[in-house]
């Protein structure tokens, strides 16, 4: 049988260009293209098929950040298919960004900037929201949302006969000085975006702790700094346009400067190749591009505490308990 890919986040940047080299890697999977609503998404596959017209492309909407919308996607998953062989959990939203020009000049002086350029430590802000649910927007969408999801699919992710995967879009910009248990939805803070991605590592590494020995396996990748809708929010497109040629060559000593979402995908793609139980659980897969254009996946250790990644993952049970709770209408 065919092996069938979800992937979240499919209408735009990394995640269309990943479903299109996932198609052409192997056109015999069955794509379901997950977007936020259905005209996205139906428009999307009619994109990926002018480019591959004998692909299995289909579409369920879901918006990660209201969940109703997720268990009501859920439910129609679960009635479509009897496996999923990998979820590609990669939708993600990074509101209102804010750049601090003094950090970057203080970065400057003091030797630091490169370091900052690449993981944007101290240099991005956003400003969140409550959601419909009554949760901080940015958490819910680029996490719970997902995990709730892959939640409801368990039936469709453990016990098949060859391992099913969760491939997760974190980021560099992940750090555990943004995030904290006692406000672990990012409330009080400006970095839910960098908070949110944290606690997606956090995620991962407990989830093959308990999924492991049913079949399941989850990773963490990086795309490193690409170009899309959600960087393009961050500066005015006539910055973009002056900074594109210092960018290119800042690649030459920043490797995750990926800058295409071709080349941003390249660890999704090269985790759809690899054998699970040979990864480590413990490493995060980052996408990267040499100054002379040549992509490339670097493993780096995740700095993560797993004690901290336990408890997170109990807080996480607990909000999901609430939620079913609220929402029992739309469970089987």
């Known amino acids: 049988m065919e092996r069938v890919v979800l992937v979240t986040g499919a209408s735009g940047g990394v995640g269309l260009a990943l479903c299109r080299r996932l198609l052409g890697e192997d056109g015999r999977i069955h794509l379901c293209l997950a977007c936020r609503n259905s005209q996205k998404a139906e428009s999307t596959r009619e994109l990926v098929l002018q480019e591959f017209p004998a692909a299995q492309v289909s579409t369920v909407e879901v918006d990660l950040g209201n969940l ?4 009501r996607a859920a439910q129609e998953l679960r009635c479509r298919f009897q496996r999923l062989d990998f979820v590609y959990l990669n939708a993600g939203i990074m509101p209102n960004p804010h750049v601090n020009f003094k950090a970057l ?3 400057l002086l003091t030797g630091r900037l490169l370091h900052m350029l690449t993981t944007a430590e101290g240099v991005m802000t956003q400003t969140d929201r409550l959601n419909g649910d009554g949760l901080q927007e940015v ?5 719970f949302g997902h995990f709730i999801l ?5 039936s469709l992710l453990c016990g098949n006969e060859k391992p099913s995967r969760l491939i997760w879009t974190s980021s560099s910009n992940a750090r555990e000085s943004a995030f904290s248990l006692s ?5 009080k803070g400006q970095e839910s975006y960098s908070s949110s991605k944290y606690a997606t590592d956090l995620t991962s590494v407990v989830l093959n702790r308990k999924f492991n020995k049913q079949g399941l396996y989850s990773s963490v990748v990086c795309p490193g700094l ?5 960087t393009y929010r961050i500066l005015p497109v006539f910055l973009w346009v002056l900074l594109m040629p210092i960018m290119y060559l800042i690649r030459f ?3 995750t400067y990926t800058l295409t979402p071709y080349n941003g995908a390249e660890a999704h793609v090269w985790l759809f190749k690899q054998k699970p139980e040979y990864l480590d659980a413990l490493v995060k897969y980052h996408s990267c591009t040499s100054g002379l254009g040549k992509n490339y996946v670097e493993p780096r250790k995740l700095d993560v505490d797993e004690e901290t990644a336990e408890k997170f993952y109990q807080k996480l049970l607990e909000l999901e308990e609430q939620t079913l709770e609220k929402y029992g209408d739309l469970l089987d």
């Open 150 to 154: 892959i939640r409801q699919l368990e």
């Open 253 to 255: 000593f920043a490797k």
């Open 226 to 230: 690409v170009m899309s809708n959600m």
């Open 183 to 187: 406000d672990y939805q990012h409330a």
């Open 139 to 143: 958490f819910t969408t680029n996490l």
């Open 68 to 71: 109703a919308s997720v268990l």
């Open 105 to 107: 000049w203080k970065g």
